[in-house]
């Protein structure tokens, strides 16, 4: 939100940042919410910002998979 945009459009450039994701699936309802999904496109994070977003994440095994 300290770039003006919402978690929403955060979490979305973070995703389009990623390689080999091309096209993420969202849950638009309401048009507001497709014209805040597109315009997640023209977000452009930093590494650093990259990586404050990825910190609390901690790696855990698949369970259940064989």
Known sequence: EEKGFSPAQIALAWLLH?????????????????EQAAAAVDISLSEEEIKRIEAPYRPHPVLGHQ
Do not use: D, F, Q, S
């Open 18 to 34: 990623k390689p080999g994701v091309t096209a993420p699936i969202i849950g638009a309802t309401k048009m507001h919410h497709l």
